[in-house]
Every structure is written in structure tokens, then in C-alpha cells.
């Protein structure tokens, strides 16, 4: 691996580590404030918002500048958005802003793989940023819980500037402020990475040029035989596992009567599953062998229906683990291989836009309705059965498609298949 690929995971651990430690912060922060449950349950949905608004529009910026400055600039959107929290602006709306320098992170933060490496690392390096950002959504969720707990909140709290009147009183406030510097500290290490002899592209001088572009991009990847497959995976998974990170936290609140600090480090062992999964994956998968995965998440819809049945938490544990665990050795191999569609149909920062618009719309509408159901009084118990009905279902219809094109379009399929092949053997 070449020595700015190690410059880049440090951002990405330290950018991704902090959008965690604030979403369990927002949650407190709207708790403490008094705000409804269905204001919590929003968070997930506010901060895919600008994902799905923008997504014509950032992979084309993140192609017409230098990768490490557009991931600059984004981090330091996200602390602006810290601001805003912590200085009254409503919460939802804050959240949606640091949601905006997310959006624009990320096909730089992937794009930049392509431009860095050969096709023969890119599992690998999946593997690698995927398994770093698990482990930051672990510590970050982790960190968020515990800087509003008991043993750090008091010391943060005490720490006091002279004449000046920070105004930060409470725990979550405490924790967000912290966050800042976090945010500050992966700026610096964007700064460090290596420009790429990539050549820049131009930004077209009419917005609405890209929204075309885009529009016709996303119809390619859906129409290819297993672009398809793998987007319809991959977007149904982070719908799902974008909002299980809250309904762990209303669950164990219920099941387990676990206040939010509790409550976070139970996500972060459904993260832990992820990461060991993603890491076997990205050990034991080839390329071409992707769609053998689909079965398991037929499996993981069901699992989920487990957790009405959980109310000790000894054995809550491996079973979030092995839940975690299935989700991200369905992920990994699914994710590389629509990479690897998407870098031969269009580029690679133009498919991660296709890629985050359809995950993200997805989350956008899970979460919203999930929060107008929980709104209308749909309990915690209510959200995990028919998240988990959903999941058997969709993977079903999309292992069923598979299917079908396997089928009906065999030639098609197979050359897609040695495609593959031939990429994960060369170099």
C-alpha cells in the first residue's frame, strides 16, 4: 500500500469517529432538551438529506479539484455545523449541515482509492476503509456515550476559558465541543495527502448539465446485470443498518433499560459483528463470486426479528455480534463489485455519487418512516419486526432477480462475471 493511502485512513478514522460521537450527542442533546422521541428518530433521515439533494453535484466537484482539498473543505462544513449546535441553532437543522460536509467527503474519499491504486488492492482497501470506518462508528458511538457519561462529562464541564462565557452547561454540549477539535485534527491530516497524477475535470458551467449526467449514470448502473444487483444490495443494506444505529438505542432503552451512554456502546457491538465480517470477506471473497452472498441477507432479516426476544444482555451480545457479523460479509464483496461496474460504466467518483444517492435516499425514506411511525406510536419492538420483515423480503425479490438474469440473460451475465474475474487476477 502506498504511503498516502495510510495519510487518507487517518482522516477518514478521525472524520468518521467524530460523525458518530455527534449523532449519540445529538440524541442526548435532544432528550435533555425535551424534544419528541420522533425528533430523535429524524437525525438519521436529517443527515442523509444533502446525500441525496447534492449527489449530481459532488462527485463532479470531487473530480474537479485535488481529493485532499475537497476533504478539507468538508470537514471544516462539519464543524460549522458543530457550531450551530452548540450555539442554538435547532438541532435537526445543525445535524443536516454537518450531514452537508459528509456528503461532499465521500466521493473524494473513495475516488481517491481509484486514483491511488491498482484494481488488484481495491477489495483490499474496501476491506481496509470499511473495516476503519466500522471501527470508528464502534469508538465513535463509544466516545459519544462516554463523554456525556459520568466519569468525563464533570471534567469537561470544569474546564472554564477566562471572561469568556462559553455558554456550555450540559453534558451533550460538553461532548460536542470536543468533537470540534476532532474534526480540526482530520482537516490536518487531509492537508497531508498526496495530490494524485490524476488529471482534474472540468465543472461544467450549467448545474443543470450534471443533473442529466447524473440522472443518466444512475439509469447505466441499474440497468447493467449485476450493477443492479449490487446497488439494490447495498442500498436496502445502508437503509437499514443507517437506522438500526437508532433502534438499537430505543430497543436497549426498552428491552434493557439502558439510559444512552448504555445504550451506545450496544451499537457499537453490532459494529464489531461488521468488522470481523467485513475483514473475512475481504480475506475470502473474490470479486466474481460477489452475488453468492445474497442469501445471507435473506438470513439477516430474519435475525433481527430476534431481538423481541432479547432482554438480557448476556446473551443480547454475540447476538448483535453475529447480526453485525452477517451484514458485513454481505457488504464488502457487494460494495466491490459495484465499484468495479461503476468504475468500467462511468468513473469512479460519478458511480459513488449513483451509489450514495440510492443508499442515501434510502435511508432518507426509512428514517422518515420510521419517525412518522414512531410518531404515530409504533413502538420499538413494532420498528424492529417490520425492519426485519422488510430486509427477508427485499433480499428475497433481489435474490429471485439474480435469478431471472441469470437465467434469461446468461451470455450477458457471464461476460460481466469474467470481467471481474480477469480484474481481481490482473496485476
Not at 152 to 166: G, N, R, Y
Not at 176 to 181: G, S
Not at 376 to 396: D, H, K, R
Amino acid at each position: 500500500m502506498k504511503k498516502g493511502f495510510f495519510t487518507i485512513m487517518a482522516a477518514q478514522s478521525f472524520s468518521s469517529l467524530a460523525d458518530n460521537a455527534l449523532f449519540v450527542a445529538a440524541v442526548e442533546l435532544l432528550k435533555t432538551s425535551g424534544a419528541a422521541e420522533w425528533q430523535r428518530a429524524a437525525l438519521v433521515p436529517m443527515f442523509a438529506l444533502f446525500y441525496v439533494v447534492l449527489a449530481p453535484f459532488v462527485g463532479a466537484f470531487a473530480d474537479a479539484w485535488p481529493k485532499g482539498k475537497v476533504m478539507f473543505l468538508s470537514n471544516a462544513i462539519k464543524v460549522v455545523g458543530c457550531l450551530m449546535m452548540l450555539f442554538g441553532a435547532h438541532p435537526l437543522m445543525a445535524y443536516a449541515v454537518v450531514g452537508l460536509g459528509a456528503a461532499a467527503y465521500s466521493p473524494a474519499k473513495y475516488g481517491i482509492l481509484t486514483e491511488l491504486l491498482p484494481p488488484s488492492q481495491l477489495v483490499k482497501a474496501n476491506g481496509w476503509i470499511e473495516g476503519l470506518t466500522i471501527m470508528s462508528i464502534i469508538f465513535g458511538v463509544v466516545l459519544g456515550g462516554q463523554l456525556m457519561g459520568h466519569t468525563i462529562s464533570p471534567h469537561l464541564l470544569a474546564i472554564d476559558f477566562p471572561f469568556i462565557d462559553t455558554g456550555i452547561d450540559t453534558p451533550p454540549e460538553a461532548a460536542i465541543a470536543t468533537l470540534v477539535f476532532l474534526y480540526v485534527l482530520a482537516a490536518g491530516f487531509n492537508l497531508r495527502i498526496p495530490r494524485t497524477d490524476t488529471p482534474l475535470q472540468h465543472f461544467p458551467a450549467q448545474p443543470l448539465v450534471l443533473v442529466q449526467d447524473f440522472i443518466t449514470c444512475n439509469r447505466r448502473l441499474w440497468r447493467d446485470r449485476l450493477g443492479q444487483i449490487s446497488l439494490s444490495t447495498t442500498t436496502l443494506f445502508w437503509g437499514v443498518s443507517g437506522n438500526l444505529r437508532y433502534i438499537v438505542l430505543a430497543w436497549a432503552a426498552v428491552a434493557l433499560g439502558y439510559d444512552t451512554t448504555k445504550a451506545s456502546s450496544l451499537v457499537g457491538v453490532v459494529a464489531v459483528g461488521t468488522a470481523i465480517g467485513a475483514v473475512v470477506a475481504s480475506m475470502k471473497m473474490r470479486l466474481d463470486a460477489a452475488t453468492k452472498v445474497i442469501p445471507l441477507g435473506i438470513s439477516m432479516g430474519v435475525l433481527v426479528l430476534g431481538m423481541n426476544w432479547l432482554r438480557d444482555v448476556t446473551l443480547a451480545i454475540p447476538f448483535l455480534i453475529l447480526l453485525g457479523g452477517l451484514s458485513g460479509f454481505l457488504v464488502v464483496p457487494m460494495n466491490a463489485l459495484l465499484q468495479h461496474r461503476g468504475h468500467n460504466l462511468m468513473g469512479a467518483g460519478r458511480s459513488i455519487a449513483v451509489q450514495n444517492f440510492n443508499e442515501q435516499a434510502c435511508i432518507l425514506a426509512l428514517g422518515f418512516l420510521y419517525s412518522a411511525s414512531t410518531k404515530a406510536g409504533l413502538s420499538a419492538y413494532g420498528a424492529i419486526t417490520s425492519f426485519g420483515l422488510t430486509v427477508a423480503g427485499f433480499m428475497y425479490v433481489i435474490k429471485l432477480w439474480h435469478e431471472r438474469n441469470v437465467r434469461t440473460h446468461a451470455t450477458e451475465v457471464e461476460q460481466l462475471l469474467a470481467v471481474a474475474r480477469s480484474d481481481s487476477h490482473h496485476h
